[in-house]
């Protein structure tokens, strides 16, 4: 009998950390709105080392706002500096949204931004007459020191469809809740969307903010604004959907609110990572919209199949994986990796939620091998974990790179951040054909590392 | 007037302050007004102080557990920052037993909001009396406060100290929150006031010589100290102690034996040179090793001072006659090409005038993120008349700065680099580097290197689709790719 065995921290101090602060999560949100700028009221760090990172991540620039609290701020409070941020933001760049993101300082500080936002409303109003009636200002609260980025992601998805969200005619439209995911997987969520004659409004969408061409003739400067991304009167639409899709299980606030305020139903699931996780993509998405799956995913779904049937028993049966990362992305790897026949041995989380050791124990029934559920734990958790059990291929962010050349087992990149290869931010991961684009990154892996290269195996 | 408003500043006119245009009959000392309050919301590229002290000062020491006392984020975002190797060579010639240790881990306390409202304290004492368990074979102990703890007011002297007697090693607390000081200026200085008054004149080395200098403000980048190193020994002088790259712990105990600092990062590290000149006399000049120039300029001031004047000119003509013809071909590629030099601090000047002499470009605009005065007027002083010198350029100035100063290419940091390319413009890594190192004489050949790969990359001639493409333009591009196939020498500044 297949079990889960759930190891959680054994010490206070964080090594190597999975997981990070709730204001990267609104910030990521709000830069998959279209002309949508971020303000984070803190410290300059707060929004240098996040643009830092994605800029490092999806090589592309990251315009994140900040209110630079200095000493004075943290004595006297940081009402100037919110109010003087806004205004700024607003005369300078024109944006369409300022998404207000606060911090452990303002927090604590407690800095009153719904109250600095109106006056910043008012000053600009004065300003720009009617224009300033433009510029949507939304405070989200998202204290560092509570829960991590996927709780700050969720926190701002919902202050967006809590404050924009107007109920009007129905327009068959489907909303997505993505998570934390890259331009490639949004693409592709699209394109199943598409296949399925539907309509997709993103809650948000950062594909094209995060993946810009360089076409100099055709990009705006000053301010330089990427294309794409969800636009005001999208947000304002998706009370109007038939249905909220959230493919991300910690970042279901948003579809719940617009499920109790505006009846739009909604489905919370895991990402569509795998064979059966899509299919209940396909379900979600059919059972809102009533469109049945196109014969053109059912041809995607059987390449992958054939692929499966193909390799999967040949080259990658029982062999032992170990994963670590964000919660919705390792627990749709977990599931994929069984259906290719080998084992997630160990299965790691940096972020704490309800539904993660259930589902492994969903995995563990279904793939039938025992899974060490690291919960909440950090990357050292893994690499002591790993030199006590090891594994055949280790599956997880840049952050590991060290571990694995270490303990000499093949990382298979996936998650935030990936920085030390190229690529994989336009890589899907997600959809039948992003299991495909997974399962021969594996076993070309595997067939790298394990297999002779000169070896007849090998031959044909 | 010096001074100018940019047009996108127009809605924040404080910033024509910090923006000048240099002419030879302004009065010396006017130059941009510098290291103050950052205009909220005007996109600067600053950061925190915390990314001051741990991410400049002293995430390059090779031996210590770095105990971050924060919200989850201040850890992660301090993990992996910069380039800075390490080798495992400790001074007592053993090897400590974990690679890289610099560059592996970071540790934090992970703050929620029962310890913001109730206090940190007893979750930072025991979080590293946790850190020396599992790391027990680091030297020392650095723990680091940050907004959160800044502001409840927790008190890391006290904690430090109490598990210091307790656990038996050195644990030194940094009091650097990020909204300390106008950038991450601030930590540095607070790092260096730090590692001052807790390790300096705590320790003996094991052996001195009448040759032995402090290395101050060199971080390793890309491995930018092995080379100084390098040359240095070859003279004869016997680098006593680094500060801090790819130095250990005990060697910052030790800085009051030298017989002279070097201080090569001037922004962030004169302040201890002052401190160890003030408290235990030993003099410090500041070096400047960017570029064949001022390190040959450098080098012989060094072996001057310690009468090692034929040592040191050994050492410049062998580089030189490795690098000079490399340099005469990056030359003549590289003439008449305009950049704009972006750094956190003093690269804008120590590059400046090289870039012009050396390599025949045209340095239109430099800008730093933090420097002082004191940075700035040597920076005035190294441009040419029309000069643009900005302070903390925000990033619609920069978009405006491409615009009006059309720069060829530009020296800035990652966050800067591909906003230039979607405007059109190659931008080069120059914080921690593309493919460095770039300090010294083969440095500089790096340098050049990666300036001509990145302004003759093709993709620069090809951005835009053409319905009948101009046979001209084409031809001339193979015509220079292949002439750099031809006469490009062999690759004799890439370190081994």
């Known amino acids: 009998m297949s079990c889960v065995n759930v190891i959680e921290k054994d010490r206070n101090v964080i090594i190597n950390p999975l997981k990070t602060c709730q204001p990267l999560g609104a910030m990521f949100a709000v830069t998959g709105i279209n002309k949508g700028f971020p303000i984070v009221h803190g410290s300059q760090g707060c929004s240098a080392f996040v643009r830092y990172g994605f800029a490092r991540h999806f090589r592309e620039p990251s315009e994140i706002a900040v209110t630079a609290l200095h000493e004075d701020a943290a004595v006297f409070g940081g009402r100037s500096n919110l109010v003087a941020g806004i205004e700024n933001l607003a005369l300078r760049f024109d944006p369409d949204v300022i998404g207000v993101i606060t911090t452990c300082s303002s927090e604590i500080i407690g800095d009153d931004v719904y109250g600095f936002a109106d006056t910043a409303r008012g000053n600009l109003k004065e300003k720009l007459g009617e224009d300033a009636d433009k510029i949507e200002i939304i405070p989200i609260n998202t204290p560092s020191f509570v829960e991590s980025h996927y709780k700050g992601y969720d926190n701002a998805i919902n202050a967006l469809v809590n404050h924009l969200a107007r109920k009007d005619e129905p327009n068959e439209k489907v909303n997505i809740i993505p998570g934390i995911i890259n331009p490639g997987d949004i693409r592709e969520l699209k394109h199943m969307l598409a296949s399925m004659d539907t309509d997709g409004i ?199 790179r060290l571990i694995a050349l270490d303990l000499d087992i093949p990382l298979i990149r996936m998650g935030f951040p990936v920085y030390d290869r190229v690529g994989y931010q336009r890589q899907s991961v997600l959809g039948y054909r992003g299991g495909l684009y997974l399962m021969d990154l594996i076993t070309n892996t595997v067939l790298e590392k394990y297999y002779e290269p000169t070896h007849w195996k090998l031959q044909q | 007037m010096p001074y100018k408003l940019l047009e996108v500043d127009k809605k924040i006119p404080q910033r024509k302050n910090h923006v000048y245009v240099k002419h030879c009959s302004d009065p010396e000392d006017e130059i941009p007004d510098c290291n103050t309050k950052t205009v909220p919301g005007s996109m600067s590229e600053r950061g925190c102080a915390f990314a001051g002290v741990k991410g400049v000062i002293t995430g390059a020491i090779k031996d210590v557990i770095h105990v971050v006392h924060s919200p989850i984020g201040c850890t992660s975002y301090g993990y992996g920052t910069k380039r800075y190797p390490t080798t495992p060579d400790m001074p007592n010639g053993e090897k400590f037993p974990i690679d890289n240790f610099n560059l592996k881990y970071i540790l934090g306390t992970d703050l929620q909001e029962s310890d913001v409202v109730f206090g940190g304290m007893k979750k930072l004492k025991k979080s590293i009396i946790e850190a020396h368990k599992e790391f027990p074979e680091a030297t020392a102990i650095y723990t680091y406060s940050t907004c959160t703890t800044g502001l409840i007011g927790d008190d890391l002297d006290a904690v430090a100290k109490e598990t210091s007697e307790e656990l038996g090693i050195e644990v030194v607390a940094f009091n650097a929150p990020g909204f300390c000081g106008p950038s991450q200026s601030k930590g540095h200085h607070v790092g260096n006031l730090t590692l001052f008054e807790n390790l300096v004149g705590t320790k003996e080395p094991l052996e001195t010589t009448p040759y032995d200098v402090n290395l101050i403000g060199e971080y390793n980048i890309d491995g930018d100290l092995w080379i100084i190193k390098d040359y240095l020994e070859e003279m004869g002088i016997n680098l006593l102690s680094k500060f801090t790259g790819d130095c250990s712990h005990d060697e910052i105990c030790w800085m009051h034996r030298a017989k002279l600092s070097l201080v090569r990062c001037q922004r962030s590290a004169t302040y201890i040179a002052d401190l160890i000149e003030e408290k235990y006399g030993v003099p410090y000049i500041k070096v400047d090793f960017f570029s064949t120039k001022y390190c040959a300029e450098n080098l012989r001031t060094i072996g001057k001072y310690f009468g090692l004047e034929e040592e040191a000119e050994k050492v410049i003509e062998s580089r030189m006659e490795k690098v000079a013809p490399e340099i005469e071909f990056y030359k003549s590629k590289l003439q008449g090409k305009r950049v704009f030099i972006f750094s956190g601090g003093p690269k804008s000047y120590h590059l400046s005038k090289p870039l012009e002499e050396e390599l025949g470009m045209e340095t239109v605009a430099v800008a730093s993120q933090f420097e002082h005065k004191d940075g700035y007027e040597k920076m005035k002083s190294r441009v040419k008349e029309g000069t643009l010198i900005v302070d903390d350029p925000n990033s619609l100035e920069f978009e405006e700065i491409i615009q009006v100063y059309k720069p060829d290419l530009i020296l800035a940091g990652v966050k800067e680099k591909y906003l230039a390319h979607k405007l059109g413009v190659p931008c080069l890594l120059i914080h921690s580097y593309e493919n460095g190192p770039y300090m010294g004489f083969e440095g500089f050949v790096n340098l050049a290197k990666d300036m001509y790969r990145n302004i003759y990359s093709p993709v620069w001639s090809m951005l835009e689709f053409e319905e009948e493409p101009s046979v001209g333009e084409n031809a001339e591009v193979h015509e220079d790719s292949s002439e750099k196939q031809e006469t490009k020498p062999e690759n004799t500044g890439e370190l081994a």
């Open chain 1, 202 to 400: 993103f809650l948000t969408d950062i594909s094209d903010p995060f993946d810009a061409p360089l076409r100099p003739s055709k990009t705006k400067e000053i301010p330089y604004y990427p294309k794409g991304g969800t636009t005001v009167d999208e947000l304002r639409d998706s009370a109007n959907s038939l249905g909220t899709v959230s493919i991300c299980k910690y970042a279901g606030s948003g579809a719940t609110s617009l499920e109790r305020e505006h009846k739009v139903p909604s489905a919370i699931e895991t990402p569509p990572i795998g064979l059966q996780n899509t299919d209940q993509f396909v379900r979600n998405v059919s059972k809102f919209t009533g469109n049945s799956i196109s014969e053109e995913l059912l041809d995607e779904r059987g390449m992958l199949v054939d692929s499966m049937a193909d390799n999967a028993a040949r080259y990658l049966y029982g062999r032992k994986v170990a994963i670590y990362g964000d919660p919705d992305l390792t627990t749709g790897m977990a599931r994929f990796v069984g259906e290719l026949g080998m084992e997630p041995t160990m299965v790691c989380t940096g972020v704490k939620y309800p539904d993660f050791n259930p589902d492994m124990e969903k995995i563990s029934k279904e793939t039938g091998s025992d899974i060490d559920v690291l919960y909440g734990q950090d990357l050292r958790a893994v690499e002591v974990y790993l030199k006590e059990n090891p594994v055949d291929l280790l599956v997880g962010n840049s952050d590991g």
